[in-house]
């Protein structure tokens, strides 16, 4: 790819990449890539393929990509906890599941009130243990993506399990489809995207209570192609998020100040490599890597 795969919009993103960085195509043929989780332990990325309900690992010693896993439960997103563990979001189970390092799987969340989970979507995991993710239908809403099902759950929630596998509790209940989240890089505020078809994709930002309560939820940022999915934090608080058009960055004031531009929609990212510096691409049929002179908040 070209010079061109950076789009700068303000000066502000000049710091961001530099001009001889390449956008890498590492891997092709899935249907819908999604949810890369970076080990560093493995130096590897493991990702989702959705609706070949597999789950992928490339690895960045040799360049080889292999099957992690399949089936996978339909799994779409996850994220590596603080004890090196897999934490991943199953649309076809219909639940939140932890793999331990002995490779057995333990149920983190699969029902509320009694009633079953919508279909996880996204998880992330703060540095007290305690497990966070949205629930939308869209893993319910055809066999594509998971198994089509009947909505229990009263709305799409964004939930909060007590560190330790304690109780499981609403903490966000007014998104219209609640997707990706991410924690700042000090978690005093939680990012949660919104897909909602009733408005367009945006970026809702909370406050976040000693206790996990959440508090405001305003508007941060609104999508300006396609829309918002997966995003993370680097560690001076810019937001690197999918678009229709590759990655978004935003200052932490919430402004667009330039893309990665890549040549399929972008569904999710994940920082990885030795230095925290090389932002892994999910795009729709492949996984795509650029190094960056800046480094992804540490979440491990």
């Known amino acids: 790819m070209a010079a061109s795969d950076f789009e700068v919009l303000d ?18 043929g899935c249907r819908w890539a999604e949810g890369p989780a970076w080990f560093p332990l493995m130096r590897s990325v493991v990702w989702s393929d959705i609706p070949n ?9 040799t360049g080889a990509t292999g099957v992690f896993r ?3 439960g339909y799994t779409n997103g996850n994220t590596v906890d603080r004890a090196g563990r897999l934490v991943s979001c199953e649309h076809g189970n219909r639940r939140v599941t932890r793999t331990e390092h002995d490779g ?12 079953q989970l919508n279909s996880p979507n996204d998880v992330v995991v703060k540095s007290d243990g305690s497990i966070w993710f949205t629930d939308p239908p869209y893993g319910i809403e055809s066999d594509y993506e998971g198994h089509k099902g009947e909505v229990e759950q009263a709305g799409n929630y964004v939930y909060r399990v007590d560190p330790g596998g304690g109780e499981i509790r609403v903490v966000a209940d007014d998104l219209d489809r609640p997707n990706g989240l991410a924690f700042s890089p000090d978690e005093s505020r939680l990012v949660v995207s919104d897909t909602g078809r009733a408005r ?14 959440l508090s405001g939820g305003e ?17 001076e608080g810019r937001i690197w998020t999918s678009a229709g058009d590759g990655v978004h960055c935003l200052d932490p004031d919430g402004t667009l100040i330039g893309k990665v531009k890549v040549p399929e929609v972008v569904a999710n990212v994940v920082f990885g490599g030795a230095k925290r510096n090389r932002l892994f691409i999910c795009g ?17």
Do not use: N
């Open 11 to 28: 000066e502000r993103f000049a710091a961001c990449f530099k001009g001889t960085a390449r956008v890498e195509k590492l891997f092709e």
């Open 53 to 61: 309900d597999r789950m992928l690992r490339w690895d960045e010693t």
């Open 70 to 72: 399949y089936p996978a």
């Open 104 to 115: 057995s799987i333990t149920v983190i969340a699969d029902a509320h009130k009694g009633k």
């Open 200 to 213: 367009s994709s945006h970026l809702r930002i909370f406050d976040v209570a000693g206790d996990g309560t």
């Open 219 to 235: 508007d941060f940022a609104t999508c300006t192609v396609g829309g918002f999915d997966g995003f993370r934090f680097d560690t």
């Open 284 to 300: 729709t049929t492949s996984l795509y890597a650029v190094m960056l002179p800046v480094q992804g908040a540490k979440t491990f």
